[in-house]
C-alpha cells in the first residue's frame, strides 16, 4: 500500500526558512510528477510546486523566488525549501505523488497527511 509521509513543518517567524520532507513508499513502480499542496483555513487547497520526472518544475506566483521544489530519485523523496516566509504562507502542506504501483501497473493519484506550517509576523 502507497504512503507518502511528510516531516519539516513548524512554526517559524516571518523571513524565516524551513524544509519539507516527503517519502513515498509501498510496491512503487514508478514515480510521476511530485507536488506540494497548501490548504489554509477557509480557503481551498492550492497548488504551491510541482517537479516532473524529467525535473521540471512549476510554481505558484505567489511562491516564485521563494520556495524550490527538488526530487531525490533513488529516495523517492521530494523536497520543499522554503525560505523568507510570509504570515500568509500558513497552511497545512500536503505532498502529492502521481505514481504507478508494481500492484496495480496503472497510474494514481496519491495523498500524504499533511503537516502543519506557520508562520509569525
Known amino acids: 500500500q502507497v504512503q507518502l509521509v511528510e516531516s519539516g513543518g513548524g512554526l517559524v517567524q516571518a523571513g524565516g526558512s524551513l524544509r519539507l520532507s516527503c517519502t513515498a513508499s509501498?510496491?512503487?513502480?514508478?514515480?510521476?510528477?511530485l507536488g506540494w499542496y497548501r490548504q489554509a483555513p477557509g480557503k481551498q487547497r492550492e497548488l504551491v510546486a510541482a517537479?516532473?520526472?524529467?525535473?521540471?518544475?512549476n510554481y505558484a506566483d505567489s511562491v516564485k523566488g521563494r520556495f524550490t521544489i527538488s526530487r531525490d530519485n533513488a529516495k523517492n523523496t521530494v523536497y520543499l525549501q522554503m525560505n523568507s516566509l510570509k504570515p500568509e504562507d500558513t497552511a497545512v502542506y500536503y505532498c502529492?505523488?502521481?505514481?504507478?504501483?508494481?500492484?496495480?501497473?496503472?497510474?494514481?493519484?496519491?495523498w500524504g497527511q499533511g503537516t502543519q506550517v506557520t508562520v509569525s509576523s
Open positions: 502529492n505523488a502521481d505514481l504507478t504501483t508494481t500492484v496495480t501497473m496503472r497510474n494514481g493519484n496519491y
Open positions: 517537479v516532473t520526472s524529467g525535473s521540471s518544475t
Open positions: 509501498g510496491g512503487i513502480l514508478r514515480i510521476n510528477a
